[in-house]
């Protein structure tokens, strides 16, 4: 896939950069790492330069997590409790947990959003939980482009200072994704405990 990746990239210049970073936000196993530091590179031996890069890449970032906040938008709180009516007694979820959850990220989720945008995988699927949560447009469009853009201007430079070696960044990021992954399913894990937990208790 990198291969193909970095071809993609260096035939179509920013556009291809663009296509890709959207194209992440929407299918996460492509690595963003891989567009941004590649992209930082292709500076050093072609017309592109950082900031160009930048903003191609923040572009299509942005515009891809604007289409999963739409799909949030579709399964807001009013279908998750018609799902909740339904099926709710299997589930052991009650319309006051999908509420709970509502109201936390109607607090916090501005700053979730904002650190969120700079882990791997999450940085795409947080924008699903921003529209479900119906978080203000103009608030998450300000955190998702502010988080975004640190994460696109340091690994983008990354690759820019080592040229050639830019791929000794991609394998840094590779640990630095598995630690974020570790943590991710230690908090799923956490997650089902307590509600395995919670359904015992009320049953």
């Known amino acids: 896939m990198e291969n193909w990746i970095t ?6 210049g920013y556009m291809g950069i663009f296509l890709m970073i959207a194209l992440e936000n929407l299918f996460p196993p492509i690595p963003s790492e891989v567009i941004l530091t590649f992209g930082g590179f292709m500076t050093t031996y072609t017309s592109l330069t950082v900031p160009g890069v ?8 942005v515009i891809g997590a604007i289409i999963l906040y739409g799909i949030g938008l579709l399964l807001d709180v009013e279908r998750l409790e018609k799902i909740i009516d339904r ?3 299997i589930l052991r979820v009650k319309k006051e947990d999908i509420h709970k959850a509502d109201s936390w990220f109607d607090k916090y989720g501005h700053w979730t959003v904002f650190f969120c945008r700079m882990v791997p995988l999450i940085r795409s699927l947080i924008s699903i ?6 978080m203000k447009f103009g608030l998450f469009l300000v955190f998702t482009t502010s988080g975004t853009l640190i994460w696109n201007i340091i690994l983008v430079s990354l690759g820019a200072m080592l040229g050639e070696s830019w791929e000794d960044i991609v394998a840094f990021m590779d640990v630095y994704s598995n630690i974020a992954y570790a943590v991710i399913a230690v908090a799923a894990i956490v997650f089902i405990v307590l509600f395995i937990r919670k359904w015992k208790k009320s049953s």
């Open 54 to 61: 930048i903003i191609a890449a923040t572009i299509g970032s």
């Open 87 to 89: 099926w709710g007694h």
């Open 129 to 134: 939980p921003a529209g479900m949560s119906n």
């Open 7 to 12: 071809q993609f990239m260096e035939q179509f």
